[in-house]
Protein backbone atom coordinates (compact mmCIF):
# COMPACT_ATOMS: atom_id res chain seq x y z
CA UNK A 1 0.00 0.00 0.00
CA UNK A 2 3.18 2.32 0.41
CA UNK A 3 4.73 1.87 -2.35
CA UNK A 4 1.55 2.18 -4.14
CA UNK A 5 1.03 5.75 -2.24
CA UNK A 6 4.93 6.78 -3.65
CA UNK A 7 4.24 5.57 -7.20
CA UNK A 8 0.90 7.40 -7.31
CA UNK A 9 2.98 10.72 -5.93
CA UNK A 10 5.97 10.18 -8.24
CA UNK A 11 3.52 9.60 -11.12
CA UNK A 12 1.83 12.73 -10.20
CA UNK A 13 4.87 14.87 -9.86
CA UNK A 14 5.92 13.90 -13.12
CA UNK A 15 3.26 15.18 -14.79
CA UNK A 16 3.04 18.44 -13.47
CA UNK A 17 6.63 18.56 -14.68
CA UNK A 18 5.87 17.07 -18.07
CA UNK A 19 3.38 20.04 -18.70
CA UNK A 20 5.46 22.83 -17.12
CA UNK A 21 8.24 21.61 -19.39
CA UNK A 22 5.83 21.39 -22.79
CA UNK A 23 6.40 23.45 -25.04
CA UNK A 24 3.92 26.63 -26.37
CA UNK A 25 3.45 26.83 -29.92
CA UNK A 26 2.81 30.67 -31.51
CA UNK A 27 0.41 30.47 -35.11
CA UNK A 28 -1.58 32.38 -37.42
CA UNK A 29 -4.90 31.58 -37.24
CA UNK A 30 -5.01 31.44 -41.49
CA UNK A 31 -2.92 29.48 -43.44
CA UNK A 32 -2.50 30.51 -46.07
CA UNK A 33 -3.88 33.85 -46.13
CA UNK A 34 -5.54 34.70 -49.45
CA UNK A 35 -6.24 38.27 -50.53
CA UNK A 36 -8.17 39.57 -53.32
CA UNK A 37 -8.86 42.91 -52.21
CA UNK A 38 -6.93 46.19 -50.77
CA UNK A 39 -9.41 46.44 -47.66
CA UNK A 40 -7.07 45.38 -44.77
CA UNK A 41 -8.05 41.72 -43.42
CA UNK A 42 -7.34 40.63 -39.91
CA UNK A 43 -5.34 38.17 -38.69
CA UNK A 44 -4.89 36.79 -35.23
CA UNK A 45 -1.64 35.41 -34.17
CA UNK A 46 -2.52 32.73 -31.05
CA UNK A 47 -0.60 30.75 -29.09
CA UNK A 48 -1.85 27.89 -27.73
CA UNK A 49 -0.40 25.15 -24.63
CA UNK A 50 1.18 27.69 -22.54
CA UNK A 51 1.55 27.52 -18.70
CA UNK A 52 1.79 30.46 -16.01
CA UNK A 53 2.30 33.15 -18.80
CA UNK A 54 3.35 36.62 -17.23
CA UNK A 55 4.56 38.44 -20.73
CA UNK A 56 6.19 38.26 -24.49
CA UNK A 57 7.58 40.27 -26.89
CA UNK A 58 7.52 39.68 -30.54
CA UNK A 59 9.35 40.54 -33.57
CA UNK A 60 7.35 40.31 -36.75
CA UNK A 61 9.21 40.38 -40.54
CA UNK A 62 7.55 41.58 -43.61
CA UNK A 63 8.09 42.53 -46.86
CA UNK A 64 6.27 46.59 -47.28
CA UNK A 65 6.57 46.42 -50.86
CA UNK A 66 4.03 44.41 -50.88
CA UNK A 67 2.20 44.72 -47.29
CA UNK A 68 1.19 46.85 -44.79
CA UNK A 69 0.04 46.69 -41.35
CA UNK A 70 -2.35 48.86 -41.06
CA UNK A 71 -3.13 48.55 -37.30
CA UNK A 72 -2.60 46.49 -34.06
CA UNK A 73 -4.88 45.42 -31.20
CA UNK A 74 -4.13 43.16 -27.67
CA UNK A 75 -5.18 39.82 -28.09
CA UNK A 76 -7.96 38.52 -25.18
CA UNK A 77 -4.89 35.66 -23.39
CA UNK A 78 -3.57 38.20 -21.02
CA UNK A 79 -6.37 40.57 -20.70
CA UNK A 80 -8.74 37.81 -19.51
CA UNK A 81 -6.26 37.40 -16.72
CA UNK A 82 -7.70 35.53 -13.15
CA UNK A 83 -7.27 38.58 -11.42
CA UNK A 84 -8.49 41.21 -13.85
CA UNK A 85 -4.75 43.11 -13.58
CA UNK A 86 -3.75 45.36 -16.11
CA UNK A 87 -1.67 45.13 -19.10
CA UNK A 88 1.16 46.93 -21.17
CA UNK A 89 1.03 47.05 -24.92
CA UNK A 90 3.45 48.15 -27.28
CA UNK A 91 4.76 48.01 -30.73
CA UNK A 92 7.19 49.75 -32.70
CA UNK A 93 8.07 51.02 -34.67
CA UNK A 94 5.04 53.27 -35.90
CA UNK A 95 2.83 51.80 -38.73
CA UNK A 96 3.51 54.82 -40.89
CA UNK A 97 7.11 54.29 -40.44
CA UNK A 98 9.41 52.39 -43.54
CA UNK A 99 10.33 49.40 -41.22
CA UNK A 100 10.55 45.63 -42.84
CA UNK A 101 9.93 44.88 -38.43
CA UNK A 102 7.95 45.27 -35.70
CA UNK A 103 8.27 44.56 -32.37
CA UNK A 104 5.23 44.07 -30.25
CA UNK A 105 5.31 43.63 -26.33
CA UNK A 106 2.72 42.53 -23.72
CA UNK A 107 2.79 42.20 -19.92
CA UNK A 108 0.75 41.63 -17.44
CA UNK A 109 0.71 44.70 -14.64
CA UNK A 110 0.59 42.72 -11.66
CA UNK A 111 1.60 39.09 -10.29
CA UNK A 112 -0.80 37.43 -12.02
CA UNK A 113 -0.72 34.47 -15.03
CA UNK A 114 -2.23 33.10 -17.92
CA UNK A 115 -2.17 29.27 -18.70
CA UNK A 116 -4.17 27.08 -22.17
CA UNK A 117 -4.80 28.98 -25.62
CA UNK A 118 -6.07 32.33 -27.07
CA UNK A 119 -4.88 35.16 -29.26
CA UNK A 120 -1.98 37.27 -28.32
CA UNK A 121 -2.10 39.49 -30.82
CA UNK A 122 -4.63 41.06 -33.27
CA UNK A 123 -3.33 42.86 -36.63
CA UNK A 124 -4.55 44.01 -39.85
CA UNK A 125 -3.25 43.66 -42.99
CA UNK A 126 -3.37 45.42 -46.34
CA UNK A 127 -2.16 44.25 -49.58
CA UNK A 128 -0.32 46.87 -51.92
CA UNK A 129 0.31 44.28 -55.21
CA UNK A 130 0.10 40.99 -56.67
CA UNK A 131 2.37 38.26 -55.08
CA UNK A 132 3.50 35.62 -52.98
CA UNK A 133 4.97 36.93 -49.44
CA UNK A 134 5.77 35.92 -45.83
CA UNK A 135 4.67 37.00 -42.69
CA UNK A 136 7.64 36.08 -40.77
CA UNK A 137 7.91 35.29 -36.71
CA UNK A 138 11.35 36.54 -36.27
CA UNK A 139 11.77 36.51 -33.23
CA UNK A 140 10.10 35.60 -29.22
CA UNK A 141 10.67 36.14 -25.80
CA UNK A 142 7.96 34.46 -23.50
CA UNK A 143 8.36 34.47 -19.81
CA UNK A 144 6.34 33.70 -16.71
CA UNK A 145 6.04 35.91 -13.20
CA UNK A 146 9.60 34.86 -11.88
CA UNK A 147 11.11 36.12 -15.39
CA UNK A 148 11.44 32.34 -16.75
CA UNK A 149 11.71 31.83 -20.30
CA UNK A 150 8.69 29.71 -21.83
CA UNK A 151 9.66 27.67 -24.96
CA UNK A 152 7.72 28.55 -27.82
CA UNK A 153 7.91 27.07 -31.29
CA UNK A 154 6.05 29.31 -34.26
CA UNK A 155 5.66 28.96 -37.68
CA UNK A 156 5.54 32.17 -40.32
CA UNK A 157 1.81 32.83 -42.12
CA UNK A 158 2.61 32.74 -46.23
CA UNK A 159 0.14 35.73 -47.70
CA UNK A 160 -1.09 35.00 -51.71
CA UNK A 161 -1.94 38.61 -52.70
CA UNK A 162 -4.35 38.34 -56.06
CA UNK A 163 -5.35 41.86 -56.24
CA UNK A 164 -7.27 43.12 -59.53
CA UNK A 165 -4.40 45.72 -60.10
CA UNK A 166 -2.72 46.13 -63.48
CA UNK A 167 0.39 48.57 -63.94
CA UNK A 168 1.09 47.39 -67.87
CA UNK A 169 3.94 49.64 -69.60
CA UNK A 170 3.04 51.49 -73.15
CA UNK A 171 4.97 54.23 -75.25
CA UNK A 172 3.53 56.71 -77.87
CA UNK A 173 4.88 57.29 -80.59
CA UNK A 174 4.11 61.35 -80.40
CA UNK A 175 5.80 61.92 -76.65
CA UNK A 176 8.81 58.83 -77.53
CA UNK A 177 12.18 60.18 -77.11
CA UNK A 178 14.67 57.93 -78.62
CA UNK A 179 17.52 59.31 -77.20
CA UNK A 180 16.39 58.89 -73.78
CA UNK A 181 14.12 55.44 -74.58
CA UNK A 182 11.75 57.47 -72.87
CA UNK A 183 8.62 60.09 -73.33
CA UNK A 184 8.54 63.57 -73.28
CA UNK A 185 6.83 65.41 -70.50
CA UNK A 186 5.58 68.55 -72.46
CA UNK A 187 1.90 68.95 -71.62
CA UNK A 188 2.47 69.04 -67.99
CA UNK A 189 1.01 73.15 -67.41
CA UNK A 190 -1.75 71.80 -69.52
CA UNK A 191 -2.63 68.53 -68.46
CA UNK A 192 -6.42 68.31 -66.92
CA UNK A 193 -6.98 67.34 -63.47
CA UNK A 194 -9.86 65.01 -64.11
CA UNK A 195 -10.11 62.83 -66.59
CA UNK A 196 -10.72 63.78 -70.33
CA UNK A 197 -12.13 60.54 -71.55
CA UNK A 198 -16.26 61.86 -70.61
CA UNK A 199 -16.62 62.79 -74.14
CA UNK A 200 -17.42 61.02 -77.31
CA UNK A 201 -15.75 58.38 -78.74
CA UNK A 202 -15.07 57.13 -75.20
CA UNK A 203 -18.30 58.50 -73.35
CA UNK A 204 -16.30 57.05 -69.86
CA UNK A 205 -18.25 59.33 -67.25
CA UNK A 206 -15.81 58.10 -64.05
CA UNK A 207 -14.48 60.65 -61.45
CA UNK A 208 -10.87 60.43 -61.55
CA UNK A 209 -9.38 63.34 -60.91
CA UNK A 210 -5.84 65.25 -58.66
CA UNK A 211 -5.24 68.69 -57.42
CA UNK A 212 -4.59 71.58 -59.32
CA UNK A 213 -0.82 71.44 -57.72
CA UNK A 214 -0.11 67.60 -58.65
CA UNK A 215 1.49 68.25 -61.58
CA UNK A 216 3.96 70.16 -60.04
CA UNK A 217 4.73 67.39 -57.67
CA UNK A 218 4.93 64.65 -60.28
CA UNK A 219 7.04 65.94 -63.17
CA UNK A 220 7.44 62.42 -64.86
CA UNK A 221 3.52 62.27 -66.14
CA UNK A 222 3.15 62.49 -70.20
CA UNK A 223 -0.86 62.21 -70.53
CA UNK A 224 -4.03 61.09 -69.45
CA UNK A 225 -4.86 57.17 -70.74
CA UNK A 226 -8.01 54.74 -70.54
CA UNK A 227 -8.02 51.47 -69.49
CA UNK A 228 -10.46 48.72 -70.16
CA UNK A 229 -10.49 45.17 -69.07
CA UNK A 230 -12.58 42.77 -71.37
CA UNK A 231 -13.80 39.12 -71.08
CA UNK A 232 -13.17 38.75 -74.52
CA UNK A 233 -11.54 40.69 -77.64
CA UNK A 234 -15.24 42.13 -78.67
CA UNK A 235 -16.11 46.02 -77.10
CA UNK A 236 -19.35 44.30 -75.97
CA UNK A 237 -17.51 42.27 -73.37
CA UNK A 238 -15.72 45.17 -71.30
CA UNK A 239 -16.11 44.81 -67.73
CA UNK A 240 -14.47 47.52 -65.99
CA UNK A 241 -12.75 50.79 -67.04
CA UNK A 242 -10.17 53.16 -65.38
CA UNK A 243 -8.35 56.06 -66.44
CA UNK A 244 -4.90 56.52 -65.18
CA UNK A 245 -1.23 58.43 -65.41
CA UNK A 246 1.32 57.34 -68.14
CA UNK A 247 4.53 57.93 -66.77
CA UNK A 248 7.78 58.99 -68.78
CA UNK A 249 9.02 55.08 -68.44
CA UNK A 250 6.03 53.70 -70.21
CA UNK A 251 4.52 52.75 -66.97
CA UNK A 252 0.75 53.18 -66.36
CA UNK A 253 -0.23 54.33 -62.74
CA UNK A 254 -3.19 55.16 -60.56
CA UNK A 255 -4.36 58.79 -58.96
CA UNK A 256 -1.21 58.76 -56.21
CA UNK A 257 1.27 59.10 -59.58
CA UNK A 258 2.74 55.84 -58.16
CA UNK A 259 0.46 52.85 -57.72
CA UNK A 260 -0.62 50.54 -60.22
CA UNK A 261 -4.38 51.02 -61.01
CA UNK A 262 -6.70 49.44 -58.75
CA UNK A 263 -10.24 48.01 -60.71
CA UNK A 264 -11.85 47.60 -57.61
CA UNK A 265 -14.74 45.01 -56.88
CA UNK A 266 -13.35 43.25 -59.94
CA UNK A 267 -12.98 39.38 -60.09
CA UNK A 268 -9.73 38.24 -60.10
CA UNK A 269 -9.47 36.16 -63.54
CA UNK A 270 -8.12 36.23 -66.69
CA UNK A 271 -8.52 39.12 -68.89
CA UNK A 272 -7.86 41.52 -72.10
CA UNK A 273 -6.22 44.92 -70.90
CA UNK A 274 -6.93 47.66 -73.49
CA UNK A 275 -5.17 51.30 -73.58
CA UNK A 276 -6.48 54.12 -75.17
CA UNK A 277 -5.10 57.47 -75.73
CA UNK A 278 -6.88 61.00 -76.97
CA UNK A 279 -4.84 60.62 -80.07
CA UNK A 280 -3.03 57.48 -80.57
CA UNK A 281 -4.05 54.07 -81.97
CA UNK A 282 -6.00 51.73 -78.76
CA UNK A 283 -4.18 48.68 -78.15
CA UNK A 284 -5.06 45.49 -76.47
CA UNK A 285 -3.24 42.54 -74.78
CA UNK A 286 -2.28 39.85 -77.31
CA UNK A 287 -4.52 36.98 -75.33
CA UNK A 288 -6.39 37.41 -71.65
CA UNK A 289 -4.00 37.61 -69.05
CA UNK A 290 -4.15 36.97 -64.78
CA UNK A 291 -3.49 40.30 -63.44
CA UNK A 292 0.00 39.07 -61.94
CA UNK A 293 0.80 39.42 -65.53
CA UNK A 294 -0.51 42.35 -66.11
CA UNK A 295 0.79 44.37 -63.40
CA UNK A 296 3.90 44.01 -64.94
CA UNK A 297 3.20 43.56 -68.70
CA UNK A 298 5.03 44.99 -70.96
CA UNK A 299 4.05 46.00 -74.78
CA UNK A 300 7.14 47.69 -75.36
CA UNK A 301 9.08 44.85 -76.51
CA UNK A 302 7.20 42.93 -79.08
CA UNK A 303 4.53 43.30 -81.98
CA UNK A 304 3.37 40.12 -80.44
CA UNK A 305 2.69 41.98 -77.32
CA UNK A 306 -0.36 43.35 -78.85
CA UNK A 307 -3.27 42.27 -80.23
CA UNK A 308 -3.95 42.03 -84.39
CA UNK A 309 -1.38 41.91 -86.99
CA UNK A 310 1.48 44.61 -86.38
CA UNK A 311 -0.70 46.86 -83.93
CA UNK A 312 2.17 49.22 -83.35
CA UNK A 313 4.62 50.99 -84.51
CA UNK A 314 8.62 50.41 -84.24
CA UNK A 315 9.97 52.98 -82.43
CA UNK A 316 13.59 52.07 -82.30
CA UNK A 317 15.22 48.45 -82.83
CA UNK A 318 13.06 46.01 -80.83
CA UNK A 319 10.58 49.05 -79.34
CA UNK A 320 7.26 49.00 -80.09
CA UNK A 321 4.73 51.78 -79.31
CA UNK A 322 0.86 52.86 -80.03
CA UNK A 323 0.83 54.85 -83.73
CA UNK A 324 -0.18 58.84 -83.30
CA UNK A 325 -2.54 60.75 -85.71
CA UNK A 326 -5.98 60.18 -84.42
CA UNK A 327 -6.97 63.27 -83.94
CA UNK A 328 -10.34 62.15 -83.74
CA UNK A 329 -9.84 59.37 -81.51
CA UNK A 330 -11.71 56.72 -83.65
CA UNK A 331 -9.34 54.15 -84.15
CA UNK A 332 -8.47 55.17 -87.71
CA UNK A 333 -5.75 57.54 -89.35
CA UNK A 334 -7.51 59.13 -91.91
CA UNK A 335 -7.98 62.66 -93.76
CA UNK A 336 -10.45 63.12 -91.12
CA UNK A 337 -7.72 63.81 -88.76
CA UNK A 338 -6.17 65.96 -91.26
CA UNK A 339 -8.91 68.26 -91.23
CA UNK A 340 -9.12 68.81 -87.87
CA UNK A 341 -4.90 69.16 -87.87
CA UNK A 342 -4.91 71.72 -90.65
CA UNK A 343 -6.99 74.57 -88.47
CA UNK A 344 -5.05 74.30 -85.53
CA UNK A 345 -1.57 74.28 -87.83
CA UNK A 346 -2.68 77.40 -89.86
CA UNK A 347 -3.52 79.11 -86.27
CA UNK A 348 -0.51 78.23 -84.89
CA UNK A 349 -2.39 76.64 -82.09
CA UNK A 350 -1.14 75.52 -78.61
CA UNK A 351 -2.53 73.79 -75.38
CA UNK A 352 -4.10 70.58 -74.87
CA UNK A 353 -5.13 69.70 -78.27
CA UNK A 354 -5.73 66.04 -79.83
CA UNK A 355 -4.34 68.00 -83.38
CA UNK A 356 -0.64 68.23 -81.23
CA UNK A 357 0.46 64.56 -82.28
CA UNK A 358 3.57 64.59 -80.77
CA UNK A 359 2.47 66.02 -77.67
CA UNK A 360 4.69 68.74 -77.20
CA UNK A 361 2.27 71.62 -76.56
CA UNK A 362 2.72 72.67 -80.05
CA UNK A 363 0.91 72.40 -83.78
CA UNK A 364 3.83 72.78 -85.95
CA UNK A 365 4.49 70.82 -89.35
CA UNK A 366 6.14 68.54 -86.92
CA UNK A 367 3.46 67.14 -85.84
CA UNK A 368 2.08 66.47 -89.68
CA UNK A 369 5.35 63.92 -89.72
CA UNK A 370 3.90 62.15 -86.93
CA UNK A 371 0.45 61.80 -88.74
CA UNK A 372 1.85 61.32 -92.75
CA UNK A 373 3.70 58.27 -92.81
CA UNK A 374 0.46 56.73 -90.73
CA UNK A 375 -2.03 58.10 -92.76
CA UNK A 376 -0.25 57.13 -95.97
CA UNK A 377 -0.01 52.75 -94.48
CA UNK A 378 -4.11 53.20 -93.21
CA UNK A 379 -3.11 52.76 -89.83
CA UNK A 380 -5.97 51.39 -87.79
CA UNK A 381 -6.59 49.82 -84.16
CA UNK A 382 -6.47 46.43 -84.24
CA UNK A 383 -8.53 46.32 -81.02
CA UNK A 384 -12.55 45.00 -81.79
CA UNK A 385 -15.35 46.97 -81.13
Known amino acids: MKNNIYLVLFLFAVSISMVQGQTAYLSFNSQPLQINDIQPVEVLLQINDVNNLFGGSIVLQYDKQIINITDVQQGSL ?24 MQIDQSILGSSTVSGSGTFIRLKIAAKKSGSTTLGIKSIRMRDNENNIIDVNSTNLTINILLPMVKPKVLLQGGYNSSTNKMNVNLLSVLPTAQPFNIAPFNYNGTENVAASFFQQHTNIVDWVL ?36 FGSVTPENYFLVVKHRNHLAIMTSSAKSFSDLSTYDFTTSQTQAYGNNP ?9 GMASGDANSDGNITSTDFNIFSPSFNNISSGYLNSDFNLDLNVTSTDFNYFNPNFIRILSTQVPN
Open 227 to 262: LELRTDISSSSIISRRAGFLLESGEIVDMDGTNPIY
Open 78 to 101: LIDNPANEGVFFEYSPALNIQADT
Open 312 to 320: MVELGVGIF
